[in-house]
């Protein structure tokens, strides 16, 4: 397929988890050549090529920047584990160290590349009971907002004033595991299957979603429009609360059954069984973008048991064009 990536080399720093994965394949079936900037190999396999670094030093990976035609850089260590000192650390140095050293790899070549794609979180705008944000809401209040203000802030001193920049604001993404991991809907889609999905504290705490399609479609516009700029909400236009996202998980693996969790067995059960934060499962957020409907962007997966039923039919393939 012929297309404004065809041909064209795109970096992907951070590329070898979930998104990353998914987002090469994307990209290589566009005909972009994709490089992979990760700590290590990728576990799953493709046509990309792997470039090591450790995401805080200019060890030699910086030539492969050069003439490149577009840096994403979705680089961090997961949120989705036990918050503990030296975890809350990695969370925050892994993200914001990385992008500073892109930063001082983009002053240290003759050709950067001219469009710079950043991740960052709709957790930014912490943990809002029941209002809507948009990009035109306030910041929120805790870890997850501190470490996406620095994440953004450290982006916003990397970047090149040459070079045009969009900041995604992402919210849960629903993919398929390409052997790279598949996000928290794995853990999700197993705790709806075994019964287990059900409410989980009051049960009207938002989640905001997006189809790796649509995240994968995003990032591409991002990198070919030219008129994309400044940072964008990227979710879909129809969040849940979490009664409703499990109802529709539930449908959707074909389980009548979903027993509630109280609270406090959220955070006996998160903590111990799952080695995780409970208070992923107890707080969350509606988000939406205006921006995106502002600049013309249309979601394949706008509406929650479609996306549901594309993810885990793991027979279907996930639509590329
Ligand atoms: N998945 C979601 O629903 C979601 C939603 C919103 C935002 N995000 C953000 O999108 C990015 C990618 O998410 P993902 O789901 O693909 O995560 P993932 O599967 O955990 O992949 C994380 C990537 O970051 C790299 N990384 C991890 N620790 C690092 C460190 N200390 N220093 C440098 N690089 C490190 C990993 O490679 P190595 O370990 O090999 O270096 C890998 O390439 C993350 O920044 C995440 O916060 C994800």
């Not at 394949?25 to 046509?47: M, N, Q, T, W, Y």
């Not at 975890?87 to 160290?97: A, K, T, Y």
């Not at 029941?130 to 802030?153: H, I, M, N, Q, R």
């Not at 499990?246 to 509630?260: F, K, S, T």
Request: glycine share 10%; charged share 20%.
């Amino acid at each position: 397929m012929l297309n404004a990536l065809t041909d064209n080399k795109i970096i992907i720093a951070g590329g070898s988890g979930f998104l990353g994965i998914s987002l090469a394949h994307h990209l290589i079936d566009l005909g972009a050549s994709v490089v992979i900037f990760s700590r290590h190999e990728p576990k799953a396999s493709g046509d990309w090529r792997h470039v090591a670094w450790d995401g805080r030093t200019l060890d030699g990976w910086q030539h492969e920047l050069n003439g490149a035609a577009g840096l994403v850089n979705l680089a961090g260590r997961s949120v989705n584990c036990v918050k503990t000192p030296d975890h809350q650390d990695e969370i925050l140095r892994s993200r914001v160290e990385s992008t500073r050293v892109l930063g001082a790899a983009m002053r240290s070549i003759d050709s950067p590349p001219p469009v710079w794609v950043q991740m960052s979180t709709a957790h930014i705008y912490g943990d809002p009971p029941a209002d809507v944000c948009t990009e035109e809401s306030a910041e929120g209040y805790g870890l997850a907002p501190f470490v996406g203000k620095a994440w953004e802030e450290a982006f916003s001193d990397s970047v090149l004033s040459t070079q045009r920049s969009v900041v995604l604001r992402t919210s849960f993404v629903l993919g398929k595991n390409r052997g790279a991991g598949g996000g928290a809907l794995e853990t999700l889609a197993l705790l709806a299957r075994l019964g287990l999905g059900g409410k989980v504290g009051k049960g009207t705490q938002g989640m905001s979603w997006i189809h790796e399609w649509d995240m994968n479609r995003l990032i591409e516009q991002a990198l070919t429009h030219t008129d994309m700029q400044g940072m964008f909400i990227a979710s879909s236009p129809y969040p849940a609360s979490q009664v409703e996202f499990m109802r529709e998980l539930r449908r959707v693996v074909g389980m009548p059954i979903g027993l509630p969790a109280l609270s406090w067995m959220v955070r006996i059960g998160a903590r111990f069984l799952l080695r995780t934060d409970p208070e992923l499962a107890l707080y969350g957020r509606y988000v939406v973008s205006k921006r995106l409907e502002e600049n013309g962007f249309e979601f394949k997966l706008p509406k929650l048991r479609e996306a549901l039923q594309t993810t885990l039919d793991q027979s279907a393939p996930t639509p590329t064009a």
